[in-house]
């Protein structure tokens, strides 16, 4: 069943086979002959975004909201290194993403032609993997081969360059099952013999507490499902990273927040005094472990994670278990249901107590303003007049408000909330969105974003408003760059240096000018109309939410301090709470 | 606290030999990388070692297997133990790598250097240079009345030693080709 088609035919070719139907990109010289085949196809369908990054954070946003890789086509040169923030970002995230990028033909490699970057060499350290395809009998099979790696093991970003004679050359289509299998065949299936360990220290334990991350969320739904067994059968505590939130639900009774930095008060205390840490696909981020020296001095810890890497890199555990949290956690499952699902209850009830007595501290508080909108109090609105809608899904730029979204807004589902959490990027939310309103046409898409961030990819309002991509974007506007601004505050003395949003647009008219609804809003009393009527639109809205300007972000765990150093909210003493040593962490 | 213990041997087969973390002297470790030979593969091995702060000391390359595209990258590293884990594991996640071996901890190895010494000198320190490369078993590749080329084959210490005796004997040049290392037995 070998075929003879154009290099650029077999890259739609391919895509088809693969599943592909959604493709972002943006075209150019490099990539014209693909464009081409595109317009001549109606399978996949192509969203024309306004700048490369948004291409690609658009694909990560569709990846993380769907669990199947994000595919993206750029040309060559500056459309290529313009994709390289996306990529560095979904390397950091794990997030499964496919890039075709459009190159000078072979002939002129190497002679400075026209929009030619050196786009392997570029991308090399913020790819899984890539190629150059220089010969269209190749190329079908690398697209196959580039699915496989982006979605195996660890997901990830993984980019083929692809020249402009090889796409008009003829050759032999490979389809997928004919493609060359890799060598690259990451091990999912956990070691029998330190699952049974894992399980011996569940039924031993008297203070654990499941820390889990992202790697659920990439392991797919049934992983979600199996942790919910496992810590509702067992009684376990559990708290989760930025990149987890979701995988357990948010109103389950076990539930503790987030941890880390911007965590609860009460994650991060059970975190630093457990004598058991099961860590379930989570990477032990500095964000997490503040000291290392101070990490949760008196745990024996567990780390299940599919990449070795991740493995006593910043932590040195106890147990490491490699192999796909899915699969691990089902296999421990069994075996600690079959020996009779035993817990020491009598302990663990005991550590309950503790735990309860950390959460009265609550460490959310704030004080409430009739005169201005607290940014805390704009999202537990928001939260009130949205949780009840089947198909939410948030996104989030990078600041302060992301760190508040994650700590007022529950997330009941995993794949129901996309950030940038590695990379930290500002400007990923807004694209993100749009790449997760086009997987899910009828779901309600939030991106709740600082001014500063969203002003970075501000132009892909035009592909909302082409596409009728009804997103909303719930800008909490304190004319800051507030996380910059607080970090200033507590640590350079309150020299507010260049963190100041000047000049900003009048939003309400910037949505005019698109074609688009805006929605401009500072009084408290206002607050619940005015959201209301961004949930009734039907079509892209700018929530223009003028908030408090100098409010910071707590709790915050000052950087280079160990977890029972918090900074609790309001009145929590904000000088020179930051030693030099942790200022070099920021 | 106390309740908690791990079973001996349990992480027996997991990616890890887990020794103690905190000691932090350093060691140095010949890796024996296996990987396909596609392009740009050793820049994505050195990339990894500048990117994440690694030492390679030493770095050596070539297909080793032609029908299969397969190359063996020989590499002399040093750091923590902890460090020496975490370079392994960052070889191991990279696509075309098929396997990385540890020859220092892997039983036995033997390690070969080669290279080449230019000597230029006249006199009694010529004499001297040839004598002495005969007792390194270097042998001379070329010579001009003032000078040799010497070829020596040897562990990487054996070639720094007879580099130092050179050195007041007129040595201009030296070059090596960096290490070469096999594990000892039948695999
Ligand atoms: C301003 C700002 C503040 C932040 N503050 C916080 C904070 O307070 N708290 C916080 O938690 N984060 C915070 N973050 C995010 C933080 O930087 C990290 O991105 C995050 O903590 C990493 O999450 P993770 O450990 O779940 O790892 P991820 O980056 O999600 O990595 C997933 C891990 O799981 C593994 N894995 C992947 N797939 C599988 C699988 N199928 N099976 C098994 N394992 C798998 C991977 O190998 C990896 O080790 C902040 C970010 C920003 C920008
Ligand atoms: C591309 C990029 N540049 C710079 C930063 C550093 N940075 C982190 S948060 C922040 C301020 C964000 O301001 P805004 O979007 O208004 O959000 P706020 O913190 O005010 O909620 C900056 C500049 C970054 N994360 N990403």
Redesign the interface.
Known sequence: MTRQMTGAKMVVQALKDQGVDTVFGYPGGAVLPIYDEIFLQNDIRHYLVRHEQGAVHAAEGYARSTGKPGVVLVTSGPGATNAVTGLTDALMDSIPIVVLTGQVPTFLIGTDGFQEADTVGITRPCTKHNWLVKDPEDLSGRIHQAFHVATNGRPGPVLVDIPKDVQFATGTYTPPEKARTLHYQPKTKGDPEAIEALVELIEQAERPIFYTGGGVINSGPEASETLREFVDTSGFPITSTLMGLGAYPANGKNWLGMLGMHGLYEANLAMHGCDLMINVGARFDDRITGRVQDFSPKSQKVHIDIDPSSINKVIHVDLPIVGDVGSVLADALILWKSRGSKTRADSIQKWWYQIKEWKKVDCLAFTQSKKTIKPQHALTRLEALTKDHPKRYICTEVGQHQMWAAQFLGFNEPNRWMTSGGLGTMGYGFPASIGVQVAHPDALVINVAGEASWLMNMQEMGTAVQFRLPVKQFILNNERLGMVRQWQELLHGERYSHSWSEALPDFVKLAEAFGAKGIMISDPADLDDAIMEMLEYDGPVIFDCLVEKHENCFPMIPSGEAHNKMLLGEGAPTQDVIGTSGAVLV | ?S?????K????????D?RD??AETEERHTLAVVV?N???VL??VI?LFS?RGYNIESLTVAETDHTGHVSRITVVTTGTP?VI??IK??L?????V?DVHDLTVEGASVERELALFKVSGNGNDRIESLRLAEIFRANVVDSTLESFVFEMTGTPQKIDAFAELMRPLGLVEMARTGVAALSRGMD
């Not at chain 2, 309740?3 to 079973?7: C, E, P, R, Y």
């Not at chain 2, 041997?9 to 890890?16: L, V």
Request: no cysteine.
């Open positions: 606290m309740a908690l213990k791990i079973k041997g349990t992480s027996r087969h997991s990616a890890y887990l973390p905190h396909d596609e392009a740009g820049a994505r990339g990117g902890s884990e975490q594991a960052q191991g996640r990279l696509v075309p098929h």
